[in-house]
């Protein structure tokens, strides 16, 4: 797999064409529901439970999910599985915040109205700078992770790959706004499911557990150690890091915003419980590696490169490339469309709205908003094109979006800080988190980051508060 | 070191549970459909 193209280039743009033909097409039909702005950014505000829960789980299943979990379980064993899994208590205890969140923004449109509410504009600046970062750098990381996976699975240059990805994804946000986003993410969610479920059977029906283990036992036993500090540092940094990602990312608020509100609730809720086996069923393949005689010649092919070797094994020959890119491009496609759609809500209402003061008129809206998620693609774009290790961008944002987490809390849920304390604890925050990154690893960072913000905000209760007006 | 039966059940339970959870989509989007509570 990782040596040579699992099948031709035109099969794979044949692939991703008609797969992109599906979702521009589901975007144009189900686009014409989307008569005002508010159906354009928030689908109605009428979403039910499948489609719901279908969403958020489908956008939170991104191609880092089915092709770095492998690579924790290659390097941190069952911990390293048990780690990313983690991730999922983001989303069940959003569940328990999103009454709040209808309660205090009853109209709200994006995560940066609560900021602008409960920390004013140096807290909402703040929050726009986090968020562009992290949302950006996921974007990015999201294209950068498409050009590579159909260079790998297919021979296409990098390049036209991540542009055909970028263009299809851009495409069918701006015809059909939420309401395909929506809509796709539950063909998404399904395929990508079915998927990992039948790549991991075959994996399991090759597998003697017995004689597997032995191998792991013997020639990797740190795989299967129970006490492995640097794993246990990692569970609780990256459940700390998907708490950081969903409570403040507009991604996520826009759902909040767009589901029934007694709906909402439990979709969060049900995405969670449905998302937290899925790093274990598509990360166990990579302990199969040895036991199975599988090559790994780049661990971050760890996935791909099982799958195939499987899928082969099962005489599924062709086949196996195939799957492996449709699972793939959709558990891409479920994440860029999301951050197109939430990243272009921000900066319409937020930037050109808040910042700048500048009315948005129903009738333009639909062409701001394009011409907003049309630009938001050109600049991931830009930013793929050079294949900058981007991904270290959004791993660097751990410390700033885990400093964070105290801040919503204390604004949703507590009735008098001190904000200038809160804000200085993003800040401080963010700095050391970072600082840790570089000094200590990056399995200490967003501990560090939201350790640091949780200390400042339990002082701003304590030191000088002052009402929420 | 985690048991063989522990990781064994970890896996298979993972695999079951995700793909109960392809079934649970499709059963509630049939009621939603039928309900007439897509969106």
């Known amino acids: ?154 021979g296409i240059s990098y390049l036209q790959g991540m542009t055909l990805i970028l263009v299809v994804c851009v495409l069918y946000t701006l015809f059909g706004g939420l309401f395909a986003v929506i809509g796709t993410d539950f063909l998404q969610s399904l395929i990508i499911l079915v998927g990992i479920v039948f790549i991991g059977g075959l994996v399991v029906t090759q597998l003697d557990f017995a004689e597997a283990y032995e191998h792991i036992a013997t020639y990797q036993p740190s795989l299967l150690k129970i006490a492995m500090p640097a794993a246990l540092l990692a569970v609780f ?37 449905l998302w937290f086996p899925i790093p274990i069923a598509a990360g166990f393949i ?69 910042l700048l003061g500048r009315q948005i008129r129903e009738e333009s809206f639909r062409k701001l908003a394009a011409g907003v998620i049309v630009g938001v693609g050109i600049l991931a774009w830009l930013l793929a094109a050079p294949h900058w290790p981007i991904i270290n961008a959004l791993f660097i944002s ?41 000094t200590l690893g990056w399995f200490t960072a967003t501990l560090v980051g939201a350790g640091v913000s949780m200390l400042f905000t339990i002082a701003s209760r304590l030191i000088a508060p002052k009402a929420f007006s | 070191m985690f048991s063989p039966s522990f990781l064994q059940g970890l896996i298979v339970l993972a695999l079951v549970w995700t793909g109960l959870g392809a079934l649970a989509l499709v059963v509630l989007i049939v009621r939603d459909w039928i309900k007439g509570t897509l969106w």
């Open chain 1, 1 to 154: 797999m990782a040596a040579q193209a699992a099948m031709s280039p035109a099969t794979g743009w044949a692939i991703v064409i008609v797969l992109g033909l599906l979702w521009v097409g589901l975007g144009v039909f189900w686009g014409r529901k989307a008569k005002t702005s508010e159906g354009f950014m928030l689908a109605g505000r009428n979403v039910g439970l499948s489609l719901g829960s279908a969403t958020a789980m489908a956008t939170w299943v991104t191609s880092n999910t089915t092709m770095l979990a492998p690579v924790f379980a290659l390097t941190l064993g069952v911990w390293g599985m048990l780690a990313y899994s983690t991730a999922s208590f983001g989303l069940i205890l959003f569940a328990l915040f999103v009454p709040r969140i209808r309660q205090l923004l009853p109209a709200g449109v994006t995560a940066g109205d609560f900021f602008r509410l409960r920390y004013g504009s140096f807290g909402w600046a703040l929050f726009l700078l986090i968020t562009m970062l992290y949302s950006l750098s996921w974007l990015v990381s999201m294209a950068i992770a498409g050009g590579d996976l159909l260079l790998a699975l297919t």
């Open chain 1, 237 to 273: 940094n990256n459940m700390l890091f998907g708490f950081g990602e969903v409570f403040h990312n507009n991604v996520w608020w826009s759902r909040a915003f767009a589901m029934r509100k007694d709906v909402a609730p439990r979709a969060f809720f049900l995405s969670g419980l």
């Open chain 1, 286 to 354: 990579a302990l199969a590696a040895g036991p199975l005689g599988i090559n790994i010649v780049a661990e971050n092919q760890t996935g791909p490169t099982v799958a195939a070797a499987v899928m082969g094994n099962a005489g599924l020959g062709a086949m196996a490339g195939i799957l492996i890119l449709i699972v793939l491009f959709c558990s891409m496609a479920s994440s860029i469309d999301s951050l197109l759609a939430a990243t272009s809500d921000l900066l319409l209402k937020d930037v050109h709205g808040g």
């Open chain 1, 398 to 438: 751990g410390p700033l979006v885990g400093s964070l987490i105290w801040p919503v809390i204390a604004g949703l849920f507590w009735k008098r800080v001190n904000r200038s304390l809160v804000l200085a604890g993003i800040i401080l925050g963010s700095g050391l988190g970072v600082t840790a990154y570089f």
